[in-house]
């Protein structure tokens, strides 16, 4: 028989009850989740797993009963960032020359 590691089971012993609220892109990212659901007080974990593939993902997890809060925290941040992005990427653009149109006569 073999001997599962103490740590293991404590790890799967603390997500009990836990869900996959999303999948971070990187470390980075996850990390980026937790701090912003940690601020609005819902519980949070992230995980490294291996999907059917055999790839590793980063899940970030919450409590069941906080997922639908987690979702929509995490969905109102995704789009404000995308707003954010998309309002520097209009002001990156060069401006119309209309200088272009003008004769020199």
Same mark, same amino acid.
């Not at 291996?50 to 970030?60: H, L, P, Y």
């Given at each position: 028989m073999t #001997?599962?590691s103490? #740590?293991g $089971?404590d790890a799967? @012993? &603390?997500l009990?009850?836990?869900v996959v609220v999303?999948?971070a892109d990187?470390?980075?990212?996850?990390?980026?989740?937790?701090?912003?659901? $940690? @601020?609005?007080? %819902?519980?949070?974990?992230i995980t490294?797993q @291996? +999907?059917?593939?055999? &790839?590793?993902?980063?899940? %970030?997890m %919450?409590?069941d009963?906080f997922?639908?809060?987690a979702?929509v925290i995490?969905?109102?941040q995704d789009?404000y960032d995308?707003?954010?992005?998309? @309002?520097l990427?209009?002001? &990156?653009?060069?401006?119309?020359?209309?200088d272009i149109?003008?004769d +020199?006569?």
């Open positions: #001997k599962r103490k #740590k $089971r799967q @012993a &603390n009990q009850g836990y999303t999948f990187d470390v980075e990212q996850a990390r980026d989740y937790e701090s912003l659901l $940690r @601020a609005n007080e %819902v519980p949070v974990e490294e @291996a +999907d059917q593939m055999g &790839n590793r993902e980063i899940a %970030v %919450v409590p009963e997922l639908d809060e979702h995490i969905e109102s789009a995308d707003f954010y992005d998309l @309002a990427e209009d002001d &990156n653009e060069e401006e119309f020359d209309s149109f003008e +020199d006569f």
